[in-house]
């Protein structure tokens, strides 16, 4: 028996025959998906596939030429693009921290746009920096640049949390890290959104990383979503795309029988 149809208020990110057009390319044609309540989904794609972009149609960012996008059952472009992202959290790629600003002042950035009084703000830093593993009393007055690759990655998802959104976009959030860091930093970071009771989406070039976090793994190529498949069921798929990411993760398909 297939699955029951999910209701309208698990799904929190509904993409129908979405096509998006910019300058002369077509980055996506036709993608449909529907990410409910709780999923943490795993979004692979080769570069330029356009796995950013997609990222940036659901807090518009940017708008799809066709289709529609939805976020909590409601079309982005009804929605108050302000109020829609202060409502999810967003890692761009890179971080893109304020390289200005000190720590404490890039994780509270969102909190001091709605107002909220400084000894408040001063807090909820402080415990976003514990709950990503920064002692606040060493990093809080830090500045970007007097901070590793991984310590920067850190802060941008401190920073996404701030005001607590239910929702959580990741754009390839623990890239530059070496193997080690990020195997701990991955983990650490799939238990923090099941605890939180977070929806994400997570960019990723990697497979091994998609696997080890994702609830589910998605893979993008030539403007399609090519595969769609829980990790068990990833590395049996028959989809040329999908196959020649689990070849070159040195993850070959299981034999058929
Ligand atoms: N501002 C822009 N104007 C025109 N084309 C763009 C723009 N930004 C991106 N593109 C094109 O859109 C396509 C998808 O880009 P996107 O950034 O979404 O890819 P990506 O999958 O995130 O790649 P990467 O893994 O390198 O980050 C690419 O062909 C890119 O050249
Ligand atoms: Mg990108």
């Known amino acids: 028996m297939p699955p029951p149809a999910p209701q309208a208020e698990d799904l929190q990110v509904e993409l129908r025959q979405v096509c998006l057009t910019r300058g002369a390319t077509v980055v996506l044609d036709g993608v449909s998906l529907s990410v409910r309540r709780g999923e943490l989904v795993a979004l692979l794609g080769a570069s330029g596939s356009g796995k950013t972009s997609l990222l940036k149609l659901i807090n518009r960012m940017l708008e799809p030429t066709a289709g529609a996008v939805a976020v909590e059952g409601r079309p982005t472009t009804e929605w108050d693009p302000i109020r829609l992202r202060r409502r999810i959290g967003y890692v761009i790629q890179d971080a893109g921290l304020f390289p200005h600003y000190t720590v404490a002042r890039n994780i509270g950035l969102l909190l001091e746009l709605e107002g909220r009084p400084a ?6 830093v402080d415990r ?3 709950l ?3 002692a606040p009393a060493t990093y809080a007055d830090r500045f970007p640049a007097e901070l590793s690759g991984g310590e920067r990655q850190r802060v ?8 607590d959104p239910g929702l959580l976009l990741l754009d390839e959030p623990f ?3 070496d193997p080690v860091v990020r195997a701990r930093l991955q983990q650490e970071f799939a238990a923090l959104a099941r605890e939180l009771g977070k929806t994400a989406l997570l960019v990723t070039h990697d497979l091994q990383e998609a696997l080890r ?3 589910r793994i998605c893979l993008l190529a030539n403007g399609k979503l090519v595969a ?13 795309e999908a196959r020649a990411y689990a070849r070159a993760a040195g993850l070959g398909a299981a034999p058929q029988g």
């Open 156 to 163: 941008g998802v401190a920073r996404a949390l701030a005001l």
């Open 228 to 240: 769609d498949a829980a990790p068990d069921d990833f590395l049996r798929l028959d989809a040329p």
């Open 119 to 124: 000894a408040q703000r001063r807090a909820r």
């Open 213 to 215: 976090i994702g609830t």
């Open 175 to 177: 890239s530059a890290l």
């Open 128 to 130: 976003l920096l514990e």
């Open 132 to 134: 990503v593993g920064l």
